[in-house]
């Protein structure tokens, strides 16, 4: 309001080095306050000014100069636009050069804020010849530079298969694969990005990171004491799974899907929820691989997540890969439904607060098509809606009339007295069904 920024823009021309260099930092705090700010920083035409002699100047204004265009890029991609429209990048590139660790990192960071926005801008960083020096500076031994470079690379894959395959054809991946053991957690965290936002795109790409030999060592990421390790290494699984069950069946046969069950068991929330998802995708893909996940005892740390977690998102995800491993076959169902869940899936789905989301992914209709195992099945008889109660009694009228042991049971725990309780439309599937289940017993026992 006392128009400082239109104050400092002259010193930044000041012929005394050290003036320039405070000056910027001036307007890069003043920048990074607020959208505002930052706005009224590019208006006050301060960026031509900030940028015109940056390659002559020296490593302090470099890095002075890198805050205050990351300082405005953060804010809005409007903003981030404006940088580049000056011909900021161009500038920046040949900083991205510069002997000194701090100043490559301080311009990695003002790109990763450029790129993060949207694909164009992405794209704009990457025509401007970012890509392989961003490669070059995950290869220096400072740990700092390391983790914002990757940072970047991971910010420019994730809007588009082509600008993954920008930052794979400049042989970023093998760098990364062999960063994965770093006991730094933070570049940790940055490494598991960029190769998830690697793999999430395609096949190709997601085999591309299999082949630099992520497996086994990627599977120790989720026993790491750091939540994000742990969250971004599963996101990571989960790219990968999603895609084919060649990919699944990889995965499985590095031990990777036993790893992610006891992850999903070691901790709480949302860095759950990629594993969740993990399981699900692997069970979707084949009977084999569903198997696979009920072997690996993936089963019940999904029906804890159900009971114990509050966030709808994270109870549909697990109600949902539920649903993938018992799809399959009735085999695949009774395991599911020897797990206990049924009753806890149909409470979320008669629960009047649950999300639509949630409501959709526990139908329960995914497990109850393949469910013949009648013991699991008969307490939802009294409390399941219209809906389900058909695709029930529809498995009672499969198995009843071909096994006496289960027609007795019927009886015996009041199911069949449940069943005749039933109002059906005259002609209807669920008349069908019950008049089938009646026909299995003698007329005095059905009156």
């Given amino acids: ?151 970047t690379l991971s910010d420019i894959s994730k809007h588009s298969p082509e600008l993954a395959q920008t930052v794979v054809d400049a042989g970023a991946i093998a760098h990364l694969a062999q960063m994965i053991p770093n006991p730094d957690a933070k570049l940790k965290r940055q490494v598991l990005s960029a190769l998830s936002q690697i793999a999430k795109h395609s096949v190709e790409l997601a085999e591309l990171v299999v082949e630099a030999e992520i497996f086994p060592v990627v599977l120790t990421c989720l026993k790491d004491s ?44 949302t860095v759950r929820l990629p594993g969740i998802m993990t399981l699900g995708y692997v069970a979707a893909h084949s009977e084999n691989l569903s198997m696979a996940v009920i072997v690996s005892k993936g089963i019940p740390p999904l029906c804890v997540c159900l009971i114990e977690e509050h966030e709808d998102h994270i109870k549909a995800a697990a109600a949902w890969a539920l649903g993938q491993i018992g799809r399959h076959t009735a085999e695949h169902a009774r395991h599911v439904a020897v797990a206990n869940v049924l009753p806890t899936l149909l409470d979320i789905f008669v629960d009047t607060c649950s999300s639509e989301d949630l409501k959709a992914k526990a139908t329960l209709k995914n497990i109850l098509q393949k469910c013949t195992y009648l013991p699991a099945l008969e307490p939802l008889l ?66």
């Avoid at 799974?241 to 069946?249: D, F």
């Fill in 1 to 151: 309001n006392s128009g400082v920024v239109c104050l400092l823009r002259p010193l930044l021309l000041d012929v005394v080095p050290s003036i320039r260099q405070t000056a910027a930092i001036a307007l890069g705090r003043l920048a990074d306050y607020d959208v505002e700010l930052a706005e009224a920083v590019v208006k006050a035409g301060i960026l031509p000014q900030l940028i015109c002699s940056l390659p002559e100047e020296n490593r302090y204004y470099k890095k002075a100069a890198a805050f205050v265009l990351r300082a405005i890029a953060k804010h809005s991609p409007q903003l981030a636009q404006a940088i580049v429209q000056c011909g900021a990048l161009e500038m920046l590139v040949i900083c991205l050069e510069d002997f000194d660790p701090g100043v490559k990192e301080g311009t990695s960071w003002a790109f990763g804020y450029i790129a993060r926005h949207n694909p164009e801008l992405s794209q704009a960083v990457v025509d401007a010849g970012a890509v392989p020096l961003l490669v070059l500076c995950i290869q220096e031994p400072e740990i700092a530079l390391k983790r914002i470079a990757a940072s």
């Fill in 226 to 269: 750091d939540e994000y390790v742990k969250k971004n290494g599963a996101t990571l699984i989960r790219e990968i799974a999603k895609h084919t069950p060649e990919l699944s069946q990889f995965i499985v046969n590095s031990g990777g899907v036993a790893a992610v069950v006891d992850c999903i068991g070691s901790c709480r929330g």
């Fill in 382 to 447: 009294h409390e399941a809606p219209p809906s389900i109660m058909k695709l029930i009694i529809g498995q009672f009228s499969k198995v009843l009339p071909h096994d006496s042991k289960a027609r007795r049971l019927f009886v015996t725990t009041g199911g069949l007295k449940k069943v005749q309780e039933i109002k059906a439309e005259p002609g209807s599937l669920l008349q069908e069904y019950i008049n089938t289940i009646n026909n299995c017993y003698p007329e005095e026992i059905v009156r």
